[in-house]
């Protein structure tokens, strides 16, 4: 059994937006239609296009005016881009731990880190599942705090039984290629509040004045743009609208959701059963009411068992024909660019040793004990195999290394 992760309906929107030889009275047609049904399957009102999951979440800081002088709370553990997307808005990223068990950021470790400069937090859905939202909005909303949620990895999950991309304030989501859905880059923005689709929407643009966060605003009519006295720039925006070919690609996958994003779930399942009462290698915690999508299946080896080191693991699972086992990234705050302070020229504000009111994090070891203490000993199992005898073959490679090392 298998499916194609491309097949006939993405070529087909494709042979649309071509036949339609970019006329750009149709300039924006798929995008719309794409952003429509994208908000209708994360339950969401508002639905935005972007190039990119790095720019949304720059997008959804600057209409929030995050901005020089503010700190904005983030995860240590995921993609530098969250942290990064901060840094873009000339704010100051402040890094909180993680839970020790589902390895999401940890509300407690917010609440510790929220200072006067505290605008905004940014959550992440790592590996597919959701963070411990309730308290944390409870936060934001006796800080009053922007929550945008980074679901980067987490497409038709569920907390609590709410889908994961219309809890936070803002939501944002990537389509590059090794997401559940893709179009080889691509990113979206989801929102239930008006003003802040509308702000964002503007930002996604050239700052035009004429469009708006609901799907069919994203372009101007021809009877507005063409008036001479149409003073078409409101604010300053960046082009970080999504082609009309991406948005083509996403619009089938996005009707293909369900069958895409369930695939990598039962490609988690085999692992698991592969897994079976292995006691040194410890899945990721999936509390009551929470539903994981598995981007990534991951296990971390326990602490105790020390005959067997990640490499060691690694190199025996692919001699049993398992594929490359990935690493999870190091810490944000770790990698050279935070070690070095190398953001921006020496005058701004961004990274500064100390603002008034601030934190001032010296981004070295010791700063989140228990991600240091949980990120060299993940194990990240690829769950994007679309022939289920291939994944078949790979659970057997985890079975037989968990044998050899005395599972």
């Known amino acids: 059994m298998s499916i194609s992760r491309i097949g006939d309906l993405e070529r087909t929107y494709v042979s649309e ?33 972007f190039t990119n999951g790095t720019a949304t979440m720059h997008a959804a800081l600057a209409a929030a005016g995050v901005g020089p002088g503010d700190e904005v709370i983030v995860p240590p553990l995921t993609m530098a881009s969250t942290a990064f997307a901060v840094l873009h808005a000339n704010a100051t990223p402040v890094f909180a731990d993680i839970d020790p068990l589902t390895w999401t950021i940890d509300p407690k470790s917010i609440e510790e880190r929220i200072t006067p400069c505290t605008k905004a937090v940014i959550t992440v859905s790592i590996y597919g599942l959701s963070p411990d939202m309730d308290p944390i909005m409870a936060l934001a909303e006796r800080h009053g705090l ?14 609590k039984g709410r889908t994961v991309g219309s809890i936070g304030h803002v939501s944002s989501f990537s389509f ?11 990113g979206m923005i989801t929102t239930n509040d008006p003003e802040l689709a509308d702000r964002i929407r503007r930002f996604n643009s050239p700052g035009y004045a004429a469009v708006g966060g609901s799907p069919g605003k994203g372009k101007i009519t021809k009877d507005v743009i063409q008036d001479p006295d149409y003073a078409r720039h409101s604010s300053i925006g960046f082009n970080y609208r999504m082609p009309e070919l991406c948005a083509a690609v996403l619009l089938a996958q996005t009707e293909r959701l369900e069958e895409l994003a369930g695939w990598r779930v039962t490609c988690a399942n085999l692992y698991q059963e592969a897994l079976g009462d292995c006691r040194w290698l410890v899945p990721q915690t ?39 086992i990935y690493a999870a990234w190091r810490l944000t705050y770790l990698e050279p660019v935070f070690q070095g302070r ?18 001032s994090q010296d981004y070295s070891v010791g700063l989140c004990p228990v991600a240091e203490s949980v990120q060299p000993k993940l194990l990240q199992f690829k769950t994007n195999y679309l022939d289920m005898d291939v994944a078949k073959r790979k659970a057997e490679a985890l079975a037989k290394t968990i044998s050899h090392f005395g599972g």
């Open 17 to 49: 937006v071509l036949d339609s030889q970019f006329s750009t009275s149709r300039g924006s047609a798929m995008t719309g239609r794409l952003e429509k049904l994208f908000a209708q399957k994360l339950d969401s009102s508002y639905a935005i296009a």
């Open 146 to 159: 922007l929550v945008i949620e980074d679901d980067a990895q987490c497409l038709l999950g569920r907390y």
């Open 176 to 186: 590059q290629s090794s997401k559940q859905i893709t179009s080889g880059e691509g």
């Open 286 to 324: 999936v509390p009551e009411g929470y539903e994981h999508v598995y981007w990534s299946y991951v296990l971390r080896l326990a602490t105790d068992k020390t005959d067997v080191g990640w490499h060691q693991f690694r190199r025996k699972y692919m001699e049993f024909d398992g594929d490359g």
């Open 342 to 359: 190398v953001f921006y020229p020496s005058d701004c504000p961004v990274g500064c040793e100390h603002h008034e009111g601030g934190i």
